[in-house]
């Protein structure tokens, strides 16, 4: 019962990798206008957030000033976060299917860096925005560090259980070759009382 429950929920796995998918496909079908307002107001809330905490005072017109110098880096950081998140949705799933190792970096790297090629060849359709190599350089930097975490930390929380299922492992061939040793020593036995019985029967 508890194979058929997983056999169907395992698939859901790899929701968040679509719902991602969906994210990453709306902002990219936003105008260049409208995408590059909603990096702006992301860049001031960010300068207002570190003007509060650092107590620069600055004022707003110098605000808008560090926003409009830092709207690039957060427009290519936000680039490389929402594909390190992407990898990270798709290597998961991978991995409780079982894929590891090279395995697991080129098969996630190949659909996440195929739907970052993807979605630039999509903003050639949309107004005001077009594709860019450099993007996909940035965002395949996010997607390998993404893929990079979840094979550390998946080998680190499993670490437990591949102990375990070693031990056991180890306990289950010492009790084979312990099995074995009594039964040819039961053998050698009896071999020995026939041996014994045979020679009775002659004399």
Same mark, same amino acid.
């Given at each position: 019962?508890?194979?058929?429950?997983?056999?169907?929920?395992?698939?859901?796995?790899?929701?968040?990798?679509?719902?991602?998918?969906?994210?990453?496909?709306?902002?990219?079908?936003?105008?260049?206008? *409208?995408? +590059?307002?909603?990096?702006? @107001? %992301?860049?001031?809330?960010?300068?207002? $957030?570190?003007?509060? =905490?650092? *107590?620069? +005072?600055?004022?707003?017109? @110098? %605000?808008?000033?560090?926003?409009?110098? $830092?709207?690039?880096? =957060?427009?290519?950081?936000?680039?490389?976060?929402?594909?390190?998140?992407?990898?990270?949705?798709?290597?998961?799933?991978?991995?409780?299917?079982?894929?590891?190792?090279?395995?697991?970096?080129?098969?996630?790297?190949?659909?996440?860096?195929?739907?970052?090629?993807?979605?630039?060849?999509?903003?050639?359709?949309?107004?005001?925005?077009?594709?860019?190599?450099?993007?996909?350089?940035?965002?395949?930097?996010?997607?390998?560090?993404?893929?990079?975490?979840?094979?550390?930390?998946?080998?680190?929380?499993?670490?437990?259980?591949?102990?375990?299922?070693?031990?056991?492992?180890?306990?289950?061939?010492?009790?084979?070759?312990?099995?074995?040793?009594?039964?040819?020593?039961?053998?050698?036995?009896?071999?020995?009382?026939?041996?014994?019985?045979?020679?009775?029967?002659?004399?």
């Amino acid at each position: 019962m508890n194979r058929v429950i997983l056999f169907f929920l395992k698939p859901l796995s790899f929701l968040p990798a679509l719902i991602m998918m969906y994210a990453i496909y709306s902002f990219s079908a936003q105008s260049g206008t *409208d995408s +590059g307002n909603l990096s702006y @107001e %992301i860049s001031v809330q960010i300068v207002q $957030i570190g003007n509060q =905490v650092l *107590d620069k +005072g600055y004022e707003d017109w @110098e %605000i808008e000033e560090v926003a409009t110098n $830092i709207e690039y880096y =957060v427009r290519k950081a936000a680039h490389m976060t929402e594909y390190f998140l992407l990898a990270i949705a798709v290597s998961f799933p991978l991995y409780v299917y079982g894929v590891r190792g090279i395995w697991l970096l080129l098969l996630a790297g190949f659909i996440c860096v195929g739907f970052a090629c993807g979605d630039e060849y999509h903003q050639s359709f949309v107004d005001g925005r077009g594709p860019s190599i450099r993007d996909v350089c940035i965002d395949s930097i996010g997607i390998f560090t993404g893929i990079y975490v979840v094979r550390i930390v998946c080998w680190t929380l499993l670490a437990p259980a591949r102990m375990i299922a070693r031990h056991n492992e180890r306990v289950r061939r010492r009790r084979a070759r312990e099995e074995r040793r009594t039964a040819q020593h039961r053998g050698r036995r009896h071999l020995s009382t026939l041996e014994k019985e045979g020679k009775r029967h002659i004399y």
